[in-house]
């Protein structure tokens, strides 16, 4: 499943290797957007976990359809 | 300060839930962190965290880096006149498992009050399932404390088990006034607050009460930390952070030393940079590059303390890196007054592991490595796998599994050992037998057989002496021994899951034989499996004898359960036999057991069981007796039958009163939740329905029933069959057909008699008589009816003829009046036939108090009421309420009726 992730504050592509490889992408409105597939449900909810434990602020959780699915790492 | 005495009889008392559990408990988390320095006194946050008027529950729920750990362990410091008891318990992942999160529990609650939670701990040991009679005790103990005790629950987030928030959730809503519960947590736990709220029971501090305000960001930044920052700077520093704590630590540090703070807040201020990715930065940028190094390489340790980091580092110095850390505040926690634990303050350390996932992502295996290297060297097993498993190293992580199974076993960790299991890739097991059976028992247990068989075939092929043994891996040589005989067993389950009753038979005779003669639990369970084949295929005596030795093995090898389930087994065989007392016995013996140690799982069923023995009997008030008491005991103390069984003896003994509706009601809801386990279905509900359909005069649809159920006149005898086939038979004769009636019946006696299945073959006699009578051979019919009370009267057996309705009623009457064999036993039944349980209080024995028996003797007599209270030396009106009290317990309204009762009774 495509996930895509919007976190408060801007997170850089430093933290992809942490996040099991999703791309990063920081916005112009100051939001990080994670884009990128997870295996099922449990890892999903794995990797809210991580964000939680990290602290960054959680705004949108979003399934995409596959065929807008982004990968790999963003400059 | 503790003195050694009070020390020493702390660790006795933990000693306890360590040596009662098995689980080794670390000391570390069984108290707070020490408080740090330079923390800010938060007066507004201490005015509702009071310690002389504690709320019922406080929940401080805020994300990490809020300070929530420090406000509590200021808390608890603060206001050393007031001195409640309190129990902490630092949680992480491990404690997911219930029994270890409740031996922590345990252990932290009785160190404060010592006397509280030994029955607990037990009930822990031996019943771990149900969790909630484990919490019941602990409840119980403390509602009879005299003085208050504090529990803090500190990263309750952390663990992520049902069972254990269920069994919190029971705690929660069962508090007993001198429990005061604290829970830290970075997400809300899963228990309905709104409650607690409305009572005004529950403190909250959550994340907008704990951010920093200026004034405090100003107390900490300069005052604590020794700052000397503008006003303005403050706001700034306050705004972007908005009060989060670990982040104002993290703009301290990084400001210490700058001879241009200004610059440094102006520049994080107009950086978009998520607050701690950015602060964190700055910090690890400024230390020297082998602070640096160590911080990031030790960042994957859970705990650290010299000789590990020494270990994983490669550092000799390890013992001064801690302490000058420690000293310059950079999130280094100390978990123990000698320093010799610590541990990172979480989102510190999960930044670092971040950074390290991305500066040296390959290094991260070599760290784990060598860490649970050390663990294991150290005894911590639990540690060692959890560092293997993070290193990829499964191999490695696969042989500290296989060998901490026996003691995971041992102190029932079953849900870590499940969760090892699923760790590990599937490929590990291939070569790697012991493990494989680990994972067929664990697999089993949840039911998902799915690749139980190729695991089993594996297994087989290594253990096959001729196999060539070369590429397989065995680390525990005496689980190796033994996996012939249990991968026989787990043959045989799957082969009775699969309804292959043969199969299940010789899979288990093989296990037997293949079994240590002192492998007392392999035996039983091989018993106990062969006895379940024989007796599904009616051999009720071998089966009996199969039980009988199952017991006797799983006493032998204390596992009291599979006694309570066995002896279930087996009260329900000797039923079939027609041996009430023998079966009486069984039950009896299951249930002081199960009373005794817990209770256990099982004494539930013990009381039904006991009741339905009452019923059979008629003995209706002490089987609605037992009922109420099975019933109360709960689902959690009873196996899968007894939700359908219970509710089909109450609608017998509602329908015996009467209650027809009420009783098809029951029968529905028994239906639905039917459940035998793996144990013959000799009893379907269905036809107990059909069967008081007819006693209530509905004998369409008792016979609509028998279409559904394919019974024909015709039918050959069997015994998973008996029962429907003898219900059948009344339908015949409620339906005007008694002649199809006679045939079915009499190859039901056969067939019965020959089974030695002595209850059916008593019903069939006595429905065979009633054949007889309707069609008007009344020999016949009385000769057939002696048969029947002759062999009724050995065990005790009357519902069955009163269930047989007014016809049976007539035809005893005139078996009473020829006098011949079985008329005591016509007399008995009809005695009794007309009684219905009272829906007062029924009686045993001992309810009658002294003085009431003492009425009850002199009501014998025929002494006066004036006369008994003369010789009782009471007054007239305490004879006529005892009297009163007297008739209301034995179920009548006269002196005679009384006296006729109580002989009954035997009293």
């Not at chain 2, 219905?836 to 003797?857: C, I």
């Amino acid at each position: 499943m495509q996930y895509e992730i919007r976190l408060d504050g801007h997170l850089g592509t430093r933290w992809a290797a942490w996040l099991d490889g999703l791309a990063i992408s920081c916005e112009s409105d100051g939001t990080t957007v994670l884009r990128g597939s997870v295996v099922d449900q449990a890892a999903l909810h794995g990797l809210l976990q991580k964000l939680r434990d990290v602290g960054i602020p959680l705004i949108s959780l979003t399934q995409v359809p596959s065929d807008q699915a982004f990968e790999g790492n963003r400059p | 300060m503790p003195t050694a005495a009070c020390r020493s009889s702390r660790s006795v008392i933990r000693s306890m839930a360590v040596a009662v559990t098995g689980i080794p408990l670390l000391e570390s988390k069984l108290h707070a962190p020490r408080r740090r320095q330079g923390v800010v006194a938060r007066a507004r946050l201490a005015q509702r965290l009071r310690r002389d008027v504690l709320p019922a529950v406080v929940l401080v729920s805020a994300p990490a880096g809020f300070g929530k750990t420090t406000l509590l362990t200021d808390w608890l410091a603060a206001d050393a006149a007031v001195t409640t008891p309190t129990a902490w318990v630092s949680l992480d992942r491990r404690d997911s498992d219930p029994a270890v999160f409740w031996a922590y529990v345990l252990a932290a609650v009785r160190r404060v009050a010592g006397e509280v939670g030994a029955d607990a701990l037990s009930r822990l040991r031996s019943a771990p399932a149900a969790l909630d009679a484990v919490v019941a005790s602990l409840l119980n103990d403390l509602d009879a404390l005299d003085d208050d005790v504090v529990l803090v629950l500190d990263d309750y987030h952390a663990v992520e088990s049902l069972d254990v928030h269920e069994s919190m959730l029971f705690l929660v809503e069962h508090l007993p006034g001198p429990l005061h519960l604290v829970v830290a947590s970075r997400a809300d736990p899963p228990w309905p607050l709104a409650g607690l709220r409305a009572r005004g029971e529950l403190v909250e501090i959550r994340a907008s009460d704990l951010r920093f305000t200026a004034q405090e960001a100003q107390a900490y930044l300069n005052d604590a930390m020794g700052l000397d920052l503008a006003v303005a700077d403050i706001g700034v520093l306050e705004t972007r952070t908005e009060g989060w704590i670990a982040a104002l630590q993290l703009a301290a540090l990084s400001l210490r030393g700058r001879d241009d703070p200004a610059a440094f807040i102006a520049g994080f201020a107009g950086d978009d940079r998520f607050v701690v990715d950015y602060l964190v930065d700055e910090v690890l940028d400024r230390q020297a590059d082998a602070v640096r190094t160590f911080l990031l390489e030790t960042s994957i340790l859970a705990r650290l303390s010299a000789p590990l980091c020494a270990a994983v580092t490669g550092r000799g110095d390890t013992r001064s890196m801690l302490a000058a850390l420690e000293r310059s505040n950079l999130f280094l926690v100390a978990l123990d007054d000698r320093r010799q634990w610590y541990r990172y303050h979480h989102l510190f350390a999960e930044v670092l592991r971040a950074r390290l996932a991305d500066e040296g992502p390959d290094r991260i295996a070599g760290l784990h490595r060598r860490a649970g290297d050390w663990f294991d060297a150290e005894g911590d097993r639990a540690e060692a796998v959890r560092h293997a498993l993070a290193a990829g190293d499964f191999p490695r992580a696969a042989e500290l599994v296989e060998l901490a199974i026996p003691s995971l076993r041992q102190t029932r960790q079953e849900a870590t050992q499940r969760a090892w299991l699923d760790a590990l890739p599937p490929d590990v097991f291939a070569n790697r037998p012991v493990l494989s059976l680990a994972l067929v028992g664990a697999r089993m247990v949840t039911g998902d057989t799915a690749g139980v068989e190729n695991l089993l075939e594996g297994i087989e092929r290594w253990t096959d002496p001729d196999a060539p043994a070369a590429d397989m891996v065995v680390h525990d040589a005496t689980e190796f021994g033994r996996l012939p005989a249990q991968a026989a067993m787990y043959r045989a389950a799957l082969s009775l899951l699969g309804g292959d009753l043969a199969g299940t038979v010789s899979h288990a005779e093989r296990a037997a034989a293949l079994s240590a003669a002192d492998d007392h639990f392999g035996r039983g369970a091989a018993a106990a499996l062969i006895g379940l084949a024989q007796w599904a295929d009616g051999h009720l005596e071998a089966a009996e004898r199969q039980y009988s030795a199952a017991i006797a093995s799983f006493e032998r090898a204390g596992h009291l359960p599979d006694v309570l389930a066995c002896s279930l087994g087996l009260a329900d065989i000797q039923f079939a036999q027609g041996r009430l007392g023998a079966a009486k016995r069984t039950l009896a013996a299951g249930l002081d057991l199960g009373t005794a140690n817990g209770p256990l799982r099982g004494t539930a069923d013990m009381r039904i069981g006991l009741g339905e023995l009452h019923f059979e009997r008629n003995e209706l008030d002490v089987a609605a007796e037992q009922l109420r008491a099975g019933v109360k005991l709960g689902d959690r103390l009873a196996f899968r039958q007894h939700a359908s069984r219970w509710r089909v003896l109450d609608a017998r003994l509602r329908a015996a009163g009467g209650e027809h509706a009420a009783a098809l009601a029951l029968l529905s809801d028994a239906e639905r939740l039917y459940d035998t386990d793996y144990s013959p279905k000799a009893r379907p509900v269905a036809a107990t329905t059909a069967r008081i359909r007819l006693a209530g005069g509905d004998v369409i649809g008792a016979e609509r029933w028998a279409a559904e159920a394919g019974l024909t006149v015709d039918d050959d005898p069997s015994y998973l069959r008996e029962y429907e086939q003898l219900t059948f038979a009344r339908v015949l004769l409620a339906g005007g057909r008694p002649t199809d009636a006679s045939g079915l019946l009499l190859r039901i006696v056969a067939g019965a008699g020959a089974g030695r299945r002595e209850g059916n073959a008593i019903e069939a006699l006595a429905l065979l008589a009633l054949a007889h009578d309707a069609t008007g051979d009344a020999p016949q019919a009385l000769a057939t009816l002696e048969e029947a009370l002759t062999r009724a009267s050995v065990e005790g057996f009357v519902r069955v003829f009163v269930d047989a309705g007014p016809p049976m009623n007539t035809l005893l009457k005139a078996a009473l009046r020829r006098g011949g064999r079985g008329a005591e036993h016509a007399a008995a039944v009809l005695a009794v036939g007309g009684s219905r349980p009272s829906g007062a209080q029924p009686v045993l024995v001992d309810d009658l108090s002294r003085r009431e028996r003492d009425v009850l003797r002199l009501l014998r007599t025929d002494l006066s009421g004036p006369e008994i209270a003369a010789e009782l030396v009471v007054s007239l009106n305490t004879v006529r309420t005892h009297t009163r009290n007297v008739f209301m317990k034995l179920g009548v309204n006269s002196r005679r009726a009384a006296v006729r009762r109580a002989d009954e009774l035997g009293l």
